[in-house]
């Protein structure tokens, strides 16, 4: 009976050990969260951060020195070409036309004096009452008088002109600045900045883009633009710091010249329509170039692909509950996605989450998640970024 107790505890104690040993070679399962591929009609968004700039901005200066004496604007003031903005003291300019004036009535006197002596000593000549010389003489008084006479002519269009220059009028339809000058200041010509102004209506947006997304969006919206010709699918909105879209679209006009050598970006100026002066140079906004795709493409979170050299690639679950790791060729970015040309399926669940030292043929314990519980989406950010 002794011998038939030991017997059982040492079949028990071999069943025991080789449980302990069946647990600790059991497959452990990596938890993983997945989701479905997305297979979506979609427009393609491609963002980026601008400053507002003026098509025109000028330093408004006198013509002429004087003192300030009258404005007729405030700083930021929206003003229309041909406007007056100030006026210099004319008091000097018009002593000078009047001197100019009473130069000129002498030099015609003068001028008619020598034409009559001119021709007084012509008939003499030819009577042989003087000699030539006298003749000569007169002549060369006379031209001396003509030119007199055109130099005072030159002098009245000068002293005119700068009269008239003592009024400074907006040279086009903007709004000026808060740097105006106050009345009473002494305006050098040329140098004394009175007020700065620009154009505000329409105005240029500038912003920073890949060569690729030039070569891909802007240089063919450009050259559509140049040749009059429609652009169904394209569409350029502008969204402001305050997250609101601005009504009008913009049209892009003006690329740089040469990439960036730092960047690799190019520098691309669109234009926008302003007519209520809502956009102020120097604002900052978030560009957004909006591709009517139409195509039912699929998409697969940025998170989800991994690079490895020249390739990316994802990692799926497959029908029996393993990772595999799938080469996938991708296309532009789509907010938190990138668009998938091909290396997947309508069916796939790729890992979003659970990929750190995850390699292909893993057991997993896969939880299911949804683009909103990940905050993934398909908009692109545009939250305003000061870059300065």
């Known amino acids: 009976m002794k011998k038939f107790l030991i017997i059982i505890c040492a079949v028990a104690l071999l069943i025991t050990g080789c449980g302990q040993t069946q647990q600790a070679v059991a497959p452990q399962k990596i938890s993983v969260k997945a989701m479905k591929v997305l297979h979506q009609t979609i427009n393609v968004t491609h963002g980026f951060p601008g400053q507002v700039q003026g098509i025109d901005e000028v330093q408004i200066r006198s013509k002429v020195n004087g003192t300030v004496v009258e404005k007729y604007i405030k700083g930021g003031d929206r003003v229309i070409e041909g406007q007056k903005l ?9 002593t000078a036309l009047l001197s100019a004036k009473a130069d000129l009535s002498k030099a015609q006197s003068n001028l008619r004096r020598a034409q009559d002596t001119f021709n007084r000593n012509e008939q ?11 003749l000569v003489n007169s002549r060369e008084d006379l031209d001396g008088y ?4 055109d130099a005072a002519q030159v ?11 003592t009024i400074v009028y907006a040279p086009m339809t903007g709004r000026v600045s808060l740097d105006d000058v106050a009345v009473g200041t002494y305006a050098m010509a040329g140098s004394t900045t009175l007020v700065t102004m620009g154009t505000i ?10 060569e690729t997304e030039y070569l891909n969006v802007i240089s063919k919206a450009m050259s559509e633009r140049e040749q009059n010709l429609p652009r169904p699918n394209f569409t350029m909105t502008l969204i402001l710091s305050n997250n609101e879209e601005y009504p009008f679209k913009g049209v892009p006009v003006e690329a740089d010249r040469a990439l960036s050598q730092n960047s690799g970006s190019i520098n691309v100026k669109a234009e926008f329509d302003n007519p209520q002066g809502i956009l102020l140079p120097g604002m900052f906004a978030h560009v957004k170039v909006v591709k009517e795709s139409g195509r039912n493409t699929l998409l697969v979170p940025q998170r989800a692909v991994q690079q490895l050299l020249d390739q990316s690639f994802v990692l ?3 029908k029996d509950g393993k990772s595999q790791s799938k080469t996938v060729e991708l296309d532009e970015k789509v907010g938190s996605y990138y668009i998938v040309k091909s290396g997947l399926s309508v069916n796939d669940f790729v890992i979003v989450e659970g990929l ?24 692109d950010s545009t939250q305003i970024v000061n870059e300065t």
Do not use: W
């Open 86 to 94: 100030f006026q210099i003291d004319s008091r000097p300019y018009e």
């Open 124 to 134: 003499l000549y030819q009577m042989q009452a003087i000699a030539e010389q006298t």
């Open 146 to 149: 003509v030119a007199a006479l």
């Open 155 to 165: 002098a009245i269009r000068k002293a005119q002109e700068n009269l008239d220059d």
């Open 201 to 210: 209506d329409p105005v240029y947006v500038q912003f920073s883009i890949s």
């Open 316 to 318: 799926v679950v497959d």
């Open 356 to 379: 750190t030292n995850l390699q292909s043929g893993k057991d997993l314990d896969v939880t299911i998640v949804t683009a909103d519980e990940m905050g993934f989406s398909t908009e």
